[in-house]
C-alpha cells in the first residue's frame, strides 16, 4: 500500500510508470533500467527494489562462512583494471603450494566453513591438470566442503591450452569434486570496454556459453558485473540484459553480484565509485533481474557500511566470512580482510533483516531471529 502511494505521488512520469510496472510484476525494459541509472531519485529507486526483494526473500538476509583462496596472482592476462595479477618475474608474483592451501581448507572446515571460493591468476605454467587436482585434493581431504571454483576466464583458458570443449573440462571438474563456478571475470560484455580494459581473456560470449554449459551440466553459478570503470549506463544495461536472457533459457544463475570498481594500483586509473552509484546499482539489478533470486551486496567492494544499507535497497545477501581477499585489497579497498560471523549477524540485524547462515546453494543452516 505505502509503494502503491509513492508511486502514484511520484511527479516523473517515466519513473511513475516505471514505479506501475513494479507493481504490476511487470518485466522492465532496457530502456526503463537506462532511465533509472540517470535518474537522482535514489530513494525511490531503492524502494521499488526493496519491494521486490521482499516478495522474494521476505525479510531474511544471507551470509555464508567461507574461505575465499586466491592461489597465485601470476597471471597471462594483465586486465588494465587489475591491480591483482602481475607476470612471473615481478616481486610481488606469488604461487601457494597445495598443502599451503589444504591447510587453508582445513583451518575454514574447523571453524565451520561450509564453502572455499578459488580465484585467482592465469599462470603460464599451470596445466588442466593443476586446476583439477586441486579441486580433487580438496574433496578428498574435506568431502563436507563445497569447492566454488574457476570462473570462465579459468575454464576458457583450461579449453584453449589443451584443445579441448567446454564441456568436455566442465565435466572433468565436476567428477573430481566441483559444485558451483563463481561469477568473476565477466567484467562488462560490451566490446567496446572489453578492447580497453580486458581485450585478452574470455570474451562476453566465452562467458556465457560456459556458464550455459556448466548449467546444462548441472553445475549452478553465480554472475558479476564490474561496474564504474569506463563502461557507459547503457553498457550496464547490456550486460544486465545478457545475463537475463541466459537465465530465462536456463535458470541456472543462483545470484547476481554488481562489483564496484576498485582503482589503486591499476594502469586503468580512474576513481572510486560513489556510495550513491552503488546503491542505485544494486536497487537496479533487483528490479531488472526479475529472474535472480539473489542480489548479492558484497562487503569487500562496497564497504561494509554501504552493503548495510543495500539490505534495504533490493540486496539480500553479503557474501561471506571470506577470511582472505587478495584481488579487491590489490586495488585499494579499505575493507577488512575478513570478517566474523557474529559480525556479518549484527550488520543484518542492525539493518532490520533476520540473517540466515546459508550454503552455497541458498539453503537454510541457520537462522539467528
Ligand atoms: O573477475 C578485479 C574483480 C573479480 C578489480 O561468485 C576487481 O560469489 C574491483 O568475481 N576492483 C573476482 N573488482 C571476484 C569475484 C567474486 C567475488 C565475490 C563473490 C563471487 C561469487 C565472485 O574481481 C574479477 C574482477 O571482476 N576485480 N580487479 C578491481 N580493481
Ligand atoms: Fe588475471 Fe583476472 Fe586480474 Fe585479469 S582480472 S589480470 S584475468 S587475475
Same mark, same amino acid.
Given at each position: 500500500?505505502?509503494?502503491?502511494?509513492?508511486?502514484?505521488?511520484?511527479?516523473?512520469?517515466?519513473?511513475?510508470?516505471?514505479?506501475?510496472?513494479?507493481?504490476?510484476?511487470? *518485466?522492465?525494459?532496457?530502456?526503463?533500467?537506462? &532511465? +533509472?541509472?540517470?535518474?537522482?531519485?535514489? /530513494?525511490?529507486? @531503492?524502494?521499488? $527494489? #526493496?519491494?521486490?526483494?521482499?516478495?522474494?526473500?521476505?525479510?531474511?538476509?544471507?551470509?555464508?562462512?567461507?574461505?575465499?583462496?586466491?592461489?597465485?596472482?601470476?597471471?597471462?592476462?594483465?586486465?588494465?583494471?587489475?591491480?591483482?595479477?602481475?607476470?612471473?618475474?615481478?616481486?610481488?608474483?606469488?604461487?601457494?603450494?597445495?598443502?599451503?592451501?589444504?591447510?587453508?581448507?582445513?583451518?575454514?572446515?574447523?571453524?565451520?566453513?561450509?564453502?572455499?571460493?578459488?580465484?585467482?591468476?592465469?599462470?603460464?605454467?599451470?596445466?588442466?591438470?593443476?586446476?583439477?587436482?586441486?579441486?580433487?585434493?580438496?574433496?578428498?581431504?574435506?568431502?563436507?566442503?563445497?569447492?566454488?571454483?574457476?570462473?570462465?576466464?579459468?575454464?576458457?583458458?583450461?579449453?584453449?591450452?589443451?584443445? *579441448?570443449?567446454?564441456?568436455?573440462?566442465?565435466? &572433468? +571438474?565436476?567428477?573430481?569434486?566441483?559444485? /558451483?563456478?563463481? @561469477?568473476?571475470? $565477466? #567484467?562488462?560484455?560490451?566490446?567496446?570496454?572489453?578492447?580497453?580494459?580486458?581485450?585478452?581473456?574470455?570474451?562476453?560470449?566465452?562467458?556465457?556459453?560456459?556458464?550455459?554449459?556448466?548449467?546444462?551440466?548441472?553445475?549452478?553459478?553465480?554472475?558479476?558485473?564490474?561496474?564504474?570503470?569506463?563502461?557507459?549506463?547503457?553498457?550496464?544495461?547490456?550486460?544486465?540484459?545478457?545475463?537475463?536472457?541466459?537465465?530465462?533459457?536456463?535458470?541456472?544463475?543462483?545470484?547476481?553480484?554488481?562489483?564496484?570498481?576498485?582503482?589503486?594500483?591499476?594502469?586503468?586509473?580512474?576513481?572510486?565509485?560513489?556510495?550513491?552509484?552503488?546503491?542505485?546499482?544494486?536497487?537496479?539489478?533487483?528490479?531488472?533481474?526479475?529472474?535472480?533470486?539473489?542480489?548479492?551486496?558484497?562487503?569487500?567492494?562496497?564497504?561494509?557500511?554501504?552493503?548495510?544499507?543495500?539490505?534495504?535497497?533490493?540486496?539480500?545477501?553479503?557474501? @561471506?566470512?571470506?577470511? #582472505?581477499?587478495?584481488?579487491?585489497?590489490?586495488?585499494?579497498?579499505?575493507?577488512?580482510?575478513?570478517?566474523?560471523?557474529?559480525?556479518?549477524?549484527?550488520?543484518?540485524?542492525?539493518?532490520?533483516?533476520?540473517?540466515?547462515?546459508?550454503?552455497?546453494?541458498?539453503?537454510?543452516?541457520?537462522?539467528?531471529?
Amino acid at each position: 500500500m505505502e509503494l502503491e502511494v509513492l508511486v502514484k505521488n511520484q511527479k516523473n512520469r517515466k519513473l511513475r510508470e516505471i514505479g506501475q510496472k513494479v507493481l504490476e510484476d511487470r *518485466r522492465l525494459s532496457p530502456e526503463d533500467a537506462i &532511465e +533509472l541509472f540517470y535518474s537522482n531519485q535514489l /530513494a525511490y529507486i @531503492g524502494a521499488l $527494489a #526493496e519491494w521486490v526483494n521482499r516478495k522474494k526473500n521476505g525479510m531474511f538476509a544471507y551470509f555464508i562462512v567461507n574461505r575465499q583462496i586466491n592461489p597465485t596472482n601470476i597471471c597471462v592476462y594483465q586486465c588494465d583494471f587489475c591491480a591483482f595479477g602481475v607476470v612471473k618475474s615481478d616481486p610481488k608474483a606469488y604461487e601457494m603450494s597445495v598443502e599451503e592451501i589444504l591447510e587453508k581448507v582445513k583451518q575454514t572446515y574447523l571453524q565451520g566453513g561450509r564453502e572455499v571460493h578459488i580465484v585467482g591468476g592465469v599462470p603460464p605454467h599451470w596445466r588442466v591438470e593443476d586446476y583439477v587436482s586441486l579441486v580433487r585434493k580438496i574433496k578428498e581431504r574435506f568431502p563436507e566442503v563445497v569447492v566454488k571454483a574457476w570462473t570462465a576466464v579459468e575454464i576458457h583458458h583450461m579449453a584453449k591450452i589443451s584443445k *579441448r570443449s567446454y564441456e568436455d573440462i566442465l565435466l &572433468e +571438474l565436476k567428477e573430481a569434486g566441483l559444485s /558451483a563456478i563463481p @561469477g568473476g571475470g $565477466a #567484467e562488462i560484455f560490451s566490446e567496446r570496454v572489453r578492447k580497453i580494459i580486458a581485450p585478452y581473456k574470455a570474451n562476453a560470449e566465452e562467458y556465457l556459453e560456459i556458464h550455459r554449459t556448466a548449467h546444462k551440466l548441472g553445475i549452478p553459478s553465480n554472475a558479476t558485473m564490474l561496474y564504474g570503470h569506463v563502461e557507459t549506463y547503457e553498457e550496464r544495461v547490456e550486460h544486465m540484459l545478457r545475463l537475463r536472457e541466459l537465465q530465462d533459457e536456463t535458470g541456472g544463475f543462483q545470484v547476481f553480484i554488481p562489483l564496484a570498481y576498485w582503482p589503486e594500483g591499476t594502469r586503468l586509473g580512474g576513481k572510486r565509485t560513489s556510495s550513491v552509484d552503488d546503491l542505485k546499482t544494486i536497487a537496479i539489478s533487483r528490479l531488472f533481474l526479475d529472474n535472480f533470486a539473489h542480489i548479492k551486496a558484497y562487503w569487500i567492494t562496497l564497504g561494509e557500511r554501504v552493503a548495510q544499507i543495500a539490505l534495504n535497497m533490493g540486496a539480500d545477501d553479503l557474501d @561471506g566470512t571470506i577470511e #582472505e581477499e587478495r584481488i579487491v585489497h590489490a586495488a585499494g579497498t579499505k575493507s577488512p580482510y575478513k570478517q566474523t560471523k557474529e559480525k556479518l549477524i549484527k550488520l543484518i540485524k542492525e539493518a532490520g533483516k533476520i540473517p540466515v547462515e546459508r550454503d552455497t546453494f541458498y539453503n537454510s543452516v541457520a537462522i539467528y531471529s
